[in-house]
């Protein structure tokens, strides 16, 4: 059975500041991994998601993720936090060979302060 | 402009009634999904369907109901039987084989008085 961890509830930064949120995930075969970001009442968005290759994932608005088989991570991480990237970020799952179903963890709040 | 439409926003459900949530997508994805969203739990899939025709459940799909009836559309009706339904309901759809990314609608808020 896939699942997804996000260890933290919220997560507090000061704008430019480095940022990283955790994600730990769990699949019987390969994985595709991904990021969204929602803002309130709304749909979420896509971030990013690594499929294979590089470990190494660039993403929208700066956001980038490293993904780390051997500890079965997918953190996200941004080098300089803006006020403006305040929101509830999500990392998601699905098994290479399973499909197209798609688990979610519960979701990190992140705070950037002024 | 292509996406995903749900509707309607909001809805107020009384107990014992059955409601349906609208989810059409101009996007020609293959696979559409509904999730329940509740505070603190993230997104927990209700079903998903990967072609017209089929769907599958999702994690808690007790007391709903869905069908794939055509590629853009996949409603979701929740039943008198859901014990739980106040909830935001998202609906997205993906493309690309298995390793495509989903988009979202932009929800609806279900609340029962």
């Known amino acids: 059975a896939q699942s997804v961890a996000q260890p933290e509830d919220q997560v507090n930064v000061a704008e430019g500041n480095p940022l990283t949120v955790k994600c730990t995930y769990s699949?019987?075969?390969?994985?595709?991994l991904f990021w969204y970001v929602q803002y309130p009442n709304r749909g979420l968005q896509f971030l990013l998601k690594?499929?294979?290759?590089?470990?190494l994932v660039k993403g929208s608005y700066g956001f980038e993720a490293e993904f780390n088989k051997s500890q079965t991570s997918f953190h996200l991480k941004k080098p300089s936090a803006l006020v403006s990237d305040s929101a509830l970020y999500f990392c998601?799952?699905?098994?290479?060979?399973?499909?197209?179903?798609?688990?979610f963890g519960a979701g990190t709040r992140l705070f950037v302060k002024a | 402009d292509g996406g995903i439409t749900q509707s309607p926003k909001y809805l107020f459900r009384k107990e014992g009634q059955n409601v349906t949530l609208s989810c059409e997508q101009n996007?020609?994805?293959?696979?559409m999904y509904w999730y329940r969203q509740d505070p603190g739990q993230g997104l927990r899939l209700i079903y998903y369907?990967?072609?017209?025709?089929?769907?599958q459940k999702g994690d808690i799909a007790e007391g709903y109901s869905v069908s794939r009836e055509k590629k853009e559309s996949f409603p979701l009706t929740v039943t008198s039987a859901q014990k739980n339904p106040t909830a935001f309901y998202l609906c997205?759809?993906?493309?690309?084989?298995?390793?495509?990314?989903?988009?979202f609608g932009e929800g609806s808020r279900l609340t029962v008085l």
């Open positions: 699949v019987s075969g390969n994985p595709y």
């Open positions: 996007l020609n994805h293959d696979a």
């Open positions: 690594y499929i294979t290759g590089d470990n």
């Open positions: 369907s990967q072609i017209v025709n089929d769907f």
């Open positions: 997205a759809s993906s493309n690309k084989g298995s390793a495509g990314e989903l988009f």
């Open positions: 998601a799952v699905r098994d290479a060979t399973g499909g197209f179903k798609t688990i």
